[in-house]
């Protein structure tokens, strides 16, 4: 009988801290700030806030002041709230030309430079269907340049032919080749949507170290239909001349800032509450002749999502303390992410959650998305904070083949041991609707539905605080591919 009265009253205390928890979001979250939040954040004044941009630096100075606004704390490195983060832009070729007796084709419209960079050659081509080890093996390229068919035959996918082209080029540069192109065909990725990616300058972190640029020429070039087959299978020649690549070194800057808890020994723990701020830019224009990728969806919503945690914890802290970083480089390849887990200001193993938020669209206004919700043991106090606010708490079941949770910020805590789930709005599908402003200039602040968002934005604090307040500390779950990690970060 002792035992179910004890059982009892600790669900009563659960309960009450939950309703306190759920009264304190109600009391800071306000449809009016998130509205304004969100207007500047995709504003056309950020034209897409890519990564590097002065737009870019813009929007950071902007989640800057908020933090100080709310009584947020910087850390003693970083007293303006920015985190440095080193990069440096591999630039490619500004023009190039690929000319065959019967076709000309241009650099970032026909084609793709996938490796390498400047480069005027002319001279006999090899035509292979896959240029596959055992073709090139038995093919003389020495001095020529291999043209073939992407993925190997077989393989459908085309992400994983992006895999293959690498092992390609190594073969092909061994057995004496100039260069690989590979001719693409497939309805999966449609060309365009490869050209917004790959025709792009390329964005890494600069670690100080000079490392070798692989200069051996790997190009993509648009088949579709199989039109351009002929034209290469029927010559023997070809001319090719590109310029303008180089590399750039600057600094970006993530935006930190943190909350001590209330309880004295809890406080040496910090949830955090993490999104990335950049977006992909000025890109090519849509019908509408609009070329601003405004990004509301990817990522200001999100990162309004931890001005609002910022907000609440500032004005009631939990017992655990709060982490906010907001990213620079997630679009360019988690960049930002990864410089902080690598430059902490804190020890990883005081991080015992990473609360990430992130979005591509949404298709059903009826649930909330938590990207690994079943990973960790916050799953059960993630679930009731987005029912309490009438919401359905989905995942990505239906389309765990896009590997959405290695594919944002929550990943790079990931890989170190730390918790870190990722919440975004409802998608029960990729379909038309999501994909239709996904990296699109359509994902514009008029496209969103508020209401739907002041009810995403109260489930997303609830949760935080709850997590915040858990008695025990959030782990993996026995079995997740980031268990044993954890177990040795936190011993």
Same mark, same amino acid.
């Given at each position: 009988?002792?035992?179910?009265?004890?059982?009892?009253?600790?669900?009563?205390?659960?309960?009450?801290?939950?309703?306190?928890?759920?009264?304190?979001?109600?009391?800071?979250?306000?449809?009016?700030?998130?509205?304004?939040?969100?207007?500047?954040?995709?504003?056309?004044?950020?034209?897409?806030?890519?990564?590097?941009?002065?737009?870019?630096?813009?929007?950071?100075?902007?989640?800057?002041?908020?933090?100080?606004?709310?009584?947020?704390?910087?850390?003693?490195?970083?007293?303006?709230?920015?985190?440095?983060?080193?990069?440096?832009?591999?630039?490619?070729?500004?023009?190039?030309?690929?000319?065959?007796?019967?076709?000309?084709?241009?650099?970032?419209?026909?084609?793709?430079?996938?490796?390498?960079?400047?480069?005027?050659?002319?001279?006999?081509?090899?035509?292979?269907?896959?240029?596959?080890?055992?073709?090139?093996?038995?093919?003389?390229?020495?001095?020529?340049?291999?043209?073939?068919?992407?993925?190997?035959?077989?393989?459908?996918?085309?992400?994983?032919?992006?895999?293959?082209?690498?092992?390609?080029?190594?073969?092909?540069?061994?057995?004496?080749?100039?260069?690989?192109?590979?001719?693409?065909?497939?309805?999966?990725?449609?060309?365009?949507?490869?050209?917004?990616?790959?025709?792009?300058?390329?964005?890494?972190?600069?670690?100080?170290?000079?490392?070798?640029?692989?200069?051996?020429?790997?190009?993509?070039?648009?088949?579709?239909?199989?039109?351009?087959?002929?034209?290469?299978?029927?010559?023997?020649?070809?001319?090719?001349?590109?310029?303008?690549? @180089? &590399?750039? /070194?600057?600094? #970006?800057?993530?935006?930190?800032? $943190?909350?001590?808890?209330? %309880?004295? *020994?809890?406080?040496?723990?910090?949830?955090?509450?993490?999104?990335?701020?950049?977006?992909? @830019? &000025?890109? /090519?224009?849509? #019908?509408?002749?609009?070329?601003? $990728?405004?990004?509301?969806? %990817?990522? *200001?919503?999100?990162?309004?999502?931890?001005?609002?945690?910022?907000?609440?914890?500032?004005?009631?802290?939990?017992?655990?303390? #709060?982490?906010?970083?907001?990213?620079?480089?997630?679009?360019?390849?988690?960049?930002?992410?990864?410089?902080?887990?690598?430059?902490?200001?804190?020890?990883?193993?005081?991080?015992?959650?990473?609360?990430? #938020?992130?979005?591509?669209?949404?298709?059903?206004?009826?649930?909330?998305?938590?990207?690994?919700?079943?990973?960790?043991?916050?799953?059960?106090?993630?679930?009731?904070?987005?029912?309490?606010?009438?919401?359905?708490?989905?995942?990505?079941?239906?389309?765990?083949?896009?590997?959405?949770?290695?594919?944002?910020?929550?990943?790079?805590?990931?890989?170190?041991?730390?918790?870190?789930?990722?919440?975004?709005?409802?998608?029960?599908?990729?379909?038309?609707?999501?994909?239709?402003?996904?990296?699109?200039?359509?994902?514009?602040?008029?496209?969103?539905?508020?209401?739907?968002?002041?009810?995403?934005?109260?489930?997303?604090?609830?949760?935080?605080?709850?997590?915040?307040?858990?008695?025990?500390?959030?782990?993996?779950?026995?079995?997740?591919?980031?268990?044993?990690?954890?177990?040795?970060?936190?011993?």
């Amino acid at each position: 009988m002792r035992k179910v009265i004890y059982l009892i009253a600790l669900l009563s205390c659960s309960l009450a801290f939950g309703q306190k928890d759920k009264k304190i979001t109600d009391k800071t979250v306000s449809k009016a700030s998130i509205q304004a939040h969100l207007k500047f954040m995709s504003s056309d004044a950020l034209r897409g806030r890519d990564t590097p941009s002065p737009e870019l630096d813009i929007a950071a100075e902007y989640l800057r002041t908020q933090l100080e606004l709310y009584g947020v704390k910087p850390f003693e490195e970083y007293p303006d709230y920015f985190q440095p983060v080193s990069m440096k832009k591999i630039k490619k070729p500004k023009s190039g030309i690929i000319t065959l007796d019967s076709a000309t084709y241009t650099i970032g419209v026909d084609y793709l430079l996938i490796s390498g960079g400047d480069l005027e050659w002319n001279g006999e081509i090899a035509f292979l269907e896959y240029a596959s080890k055992e073709e090139l093996d038995n093919t003389d390229v020495k001095g020529k340049l291999v043209v073939a068919n992407t993925g190997d035959g077989e393989e459908q996918s085309p992400r994983a032919w992006f895999a293959m082209a690498k092992e390609k080029r190594t073969n092909a540069e061994a057995a004496g080749a100039v260069g690989l192109i590979e001719l693409y065909n497939s309805p999966q990725i449609p060309w365009q949507l490869l050209v917004n990616y790959l025709s792009r300058d390329q964005v890494i972190l600069d670690d100080g170290i000079e490392e070798e640029r692989d200069e051996f020429a790997g190009i993509w070039l648009n088949n579709a239909n199989r039109e351009a087959s002929p034209s290469f299978a029927n010559t023997s020649k070809l001319d090719i001349k590109m310029t303008g690549a @180089g &590399v750039d /070194r600057f600094v #970006s800057q993530n935006v930190v800032g $943190y909350v001590e808890g209330t %309880d004295p *020994a809890l406080k040496k723990d910090y949830v955090t509450f993490s999104a990335h701020y950049d977006h992909v @830019g &000025v890109g /090519r224009a849509d #019908s509408t002749g609009d070329d601003i $990728y405004n990004g509301t969806r %990817d990522n *200001a919503v999100g990162t309004v999502t931890v001005l609002e945690s910022a907000k609440n914890l500032a004005m009631y802290p939990t017992k655990r303390s #709060s982490l906010f970083v907001m990213f620079c480089g997630e679009e360019k390849g988690l960049l930002g992410s990864q410089w902080f887990v690598d430059h902490s200001p804190l020890p990883l193993s005081d991080i015992v959650f990473c609360f990430n #938020s992130d979005n591509g669209g949404y298709n059903n206004t009826s649930m909330a998305t938590v990207i690994g919700l079943d990973r960790t043991t916050a799953e059960d106090l993630l679930v009731t904070a987005i029912e309490a606010y009438g919401l359905t708490a989905g995942d990505d079941a239906n389309y765990k083949e896009q590997g959405l949770f290695d594919r944002s910020d929550n990943v790079s805590f990931a890989k170190k041991g730390i918790p870190a789930p990722s919440f975004g709005m409802g998608v029960d599908a990729f379909d038309e609707q999501v994909l239709r402003t996904y990296h699109q200039p359509s994902d514009e602040f008029e496209t969103i539905d508020m209401d739907y968002l002041y009810t995403f934005y109260r489930a997303y604090v609830f949760a935080g605080r709850s997590i915040g307040n858990m008695k025990e500390t959030p782990f993996w779950r026995e079995g997740d591919k980031y268990y044993e990690v954890g177990k040795e970060l936190y011993k």
